[in-house]
């Protein structure tokens, strides 16, 4: 069975798993919902659905910043005088903060829960997520449906699978400098009972 027969045969099954999945993995999400939109699936429901289940998402990702501030530890963590300067540079440009967030993969969980932790306005940051999850949304959308204008019935076959190929490169990359930036900081601070130098 394909995607185009599993589309055609259980939309509804289809339009639930656009809303959910960006709760789990939003990358893959909008290639799933943008394949599901070219392989018979009506588009417009796919693409406004994944906004929603992108939006929801998102600022439940928020809300877990804000409701994190019951924890003992967590409000002590943001008295510290690295977080209060981040929380400055996040709050001064809110806006920039959240489109980073939208675009560069791997910042989207980090940014959006920092928001509701250092208690951006929730009005500024709903209508960031809002208009970055439509951009973002349509952006993938319009790529899939010209790729699939151009190339026919052989993009649906191979298209979601070269664009999750991207999509685990991305995240694979990410791991990698992630784990070599931790690596050189574990090398680069002193040892205990090391004098720093």
Do not use: N
């Not at 990358?27 to 392989?39: E, P």
């Not at 939006?55 to 809300?63: A, C, E, I, P, Q």
């Not at 664009?163 to 601070?189: C, E, K």
């Amino acid at each position: 069975m394909d995607f185009t027969h599993l589309a055609s045969t259980l939309p509804w099954g289809v339009y639930l798993l656009i809303v959910i999945a960006p709760f789990i993995q939003e990358d893959t999400a909008v290639v799933g919902a943008a394949t599901a939109s070219i392989s018979g699936a009506d588009p417009f429901a796919c693409y406004f659905l994944l906004v929603l289940g992108i939006t929801g998402s998102d600022l439940f990702k928020y809300w877990i910043g804000r409701a994190s501030h019951v924890l003992a530890w967590t409000r002590r963590m943001t008295q510290r005088p690295d977080v209060l300067a981040a929380r400055e540079r996040v709050l001064r440009r809110l806006g920039l903060t959240l489109i980073i967030a939208r675009f560069v993969p791997g910042t989207r969980i980090p940014l959006f829960v920092a928001s509701g932790l250092f208690h951006a306005p929730f009005a500024r940051v709903a209508t960031y997520v809002i208009a970055t999850a439509f951009l973002y949304a349509g952006v993938i959308f319009a790529a899939f449906h010209a790729l699939g204008a151009a190339l026919g019935e052989q993009a649906r076959r191979t298209l979601p699978f070269v664009a999750l190929g991207i999509v685990v490169v991305v995240m694979a990359a990410q791991f990698i400098r992630s784990a070599l930036a931790r690596r050189s900081a574990m090398r680069l601070s002193p040892a205990p009972g090391e004098p720093m130098s």
